[in-house]
T-cell receptor
């Protein structure tokens, strides 16, 4: 079974620039999550999708972050404009809907904002 | 709001030692608890998942226990090896498919 794919692996941008991350979940996984992980901390949920609908985006800074999952498969997360405090690893995770299905993570995108 | 705590934040042990990692959570109304391993520069890899009705799960040298009423879980690693060096995180899932993560315990197993 192919895992969760993310790209790019690394990105360095200057503050006020924009950046986009891409995620392809495991085939058949209807639930998709984007997390932000700052060094030394656990992942913090940014947004949760069920198919192509948003379930929870309460912690997404909507003035600068946006995410979409148009066809219920791939997803993109965008930051515009970036701030220094956005430097973190952005992790995508997916799982089968409901029950005790485990969460599967991609390798993440490490963003550095200078 | 659910809060998940992992103590200690870091642990260093000699190879071969048995060790226990701790995870505590404030709201006992969980659906399940999952233990993950994270290597530097990588995503999280699922190790064990314990359903709320279960007391423990085992996989190889790993054994995870769950005491939901007291808000605690432990991950027991037997006969530790240098390859076990990584950060271990626990996460609890609520009834709305939302996960709450601890900050992890960074384990170093010395040869």
């Amino acid at each position: 079974e192919a895992g969760v794919a993310q790209s790019p692996r690394y990105k360095i941008i200057e503050k006020r620039q924009s950046v986009a991350f891409w995620c392809n979940p495991i085939s058949g996984h209807a639930t998709l999550y984007w997390y932000q992980q700052i060094l030394g901390q656990g992942p913090k949920l940014l947004i949760q999708f069920q198919n192509n609908g948003v379930v929870d985006d309460s912690q997404l800074p909507k003035d600068r972050f946006s995410a979409e999952r148009l066809k219920g498969v791939d997803s993109t997360l965008k930051i515009q404009p970036a701030k220094l405090e956005d430097s973190a690893v952005y992790l995508c995770a997916s799982r089968l809907t409901g029950g005790n299905s485990p969460l599967h993570f991609g390798n993440g995108t490490r963003l550095t904002v200078t | 709001k659910q809060e998940v705590t992992q103590i200690p934040a870091a642990l260093s042990v000699p190879e071969g030692e048995n060790l226990v990692l701790n995870c505590s959570f404030t709201d006992s109304a969980i659906y399940n608890l999952q233990w993950f391993r994270q290597d530097p520069g990588k995503g999280l890899t699922s190790l064990l998942l314990i359903q709320s009705s279960q007391r423990e799960q085992t996989s190889g040298r790993l054994n995870a226990s769950l005491d939901k009423s007291s808000g605690r879980s432990t991950l027991y690693i037997a006969a530790s090896q240098p390859g076990d060096s990584a950060t271990y995180l626990c996460a609890v899932k609520d009834n709305f498919n939302k996960f709450y993560f601890g900050s992890g315990t960074k384990l170093n197993v010395k040869p």
